[in-house]
């Protein structure tokens, strides 16, 4: 199973998150704070900071941690209030 995460595609084992597929590749972060533009990725991992948000099908503010990767799903990494368009 694969979804793509930006131009790359990210191998996922069936009920694994989101979070826990880009982890798995190497991504530390994915999403910008609003106001400073700091990066952040996972930290408490189970859906109470909102640290892991990311863009899935076009809908932003998904949390990676609590969101099932779906095969052929199109998650991008979020700017800010969530604008998709990072470069990854
Ligand atoms: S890592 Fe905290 S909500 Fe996802």
Redesign the pocket.
Known sequence: MRFSFGDREIEVEPGQSI?AALIAAGYRSWRTTRGEGAPR?????????????VVVNGRPNQ????TDARPGDRIEPQEGAGRAGLAC
Request: proline share 0%.
């Open positions: 979070g990725g996972v930290f408490c991992g189970i859906g109470v900071c909102f640290d892991c948000l949390r990676a941690c609590l």
